[in-house]
């Protein structure tokens, strides 16, 4: 599998300086355009909870909406989403969370997640981990039984594994 993670990898490409100065974004939307690298990683990570009896995928936006939704295809189950406060049309749980220059909030339909689902919650990067902190809160507040996260891309250097230690987390492609 290492030859397919390499070759995964070489479709991501480095963006320097983006969003500010120093910053390094692994920008995934090469793999994402490329039809055989998005079906090898979304078969890669969805064959991994294939009979995991998971009820739903939960996606985080935006870009974990993609992941979130083609997993949910190839599993054969519903699709959830957690947005950004303000976008979601029905009643909604909200959570704040910190960012490194002030607050967001993230909302997710009450009845999007009923007691006792089983839940995997599916995002494309994992960085410092505070927006699934934040998606963990949501789903748990609804009562979802959080099964596993998982992740596309994982910048380990970065440490957000170590604020998700509480949960089984898998993520195809590390840096």
Do not use: C, W
């Not at 939704?69 to 406060?85: D, P, T, W």
């Not at 009643?91 to 909302?107: F, P």
């Not at 410092?128 to 979802?144: F, I, S």
Request: without cysteine; negative net charge; proline residues 4%.
């Amino acid at each position: 599998m290492g030859d397919t993670i390499n070759h995964l990898k070489e479709k991501i490409r480095d963006i320097p300086d983006f969003p500010k100065p120093g910053v390094v974004f692994k920008d995934i939307t090469p793999l994402l355009a490329d039809a055989q690298a998005f079906r090898t990683a979304v078969d890669l990570i969805g064959d991994r909870y294939r009979d995991r009896g998971i009820d739903v995928v939960v996606g985080i936006e935006a870009r974990g909406f993609i992941i979130a939704s083609a997993l949910a295809y190839k599993l054969g189950m519903g699709h959830v989403v957690i947005r950004k406060a303000g976008k979601l049309p029905f009643k909604t749980h909200q959570a704040v969370y910190q960012l490194e220059y002030g607050t967001d909030t993230l909302e997710i339909h009450e009845d999007a997640i009923q007691p006792g689902m089983r839940v995997l919650i599916a995002d494309d990067v994992l960085a410092t981990g505070g927006t699934v902190v934040t998606a963990v809160d949501l789903v748990k507040k609804l009562g979802g039984e959080i099964m596993e996260l998982t992740f596309l891309v994982e910048l380990t250097f970065l440490k957000g594994r170590e604020k998700l230690n509480n949960y089984p987390l898998f993520s195809l492609i590390q840096y």
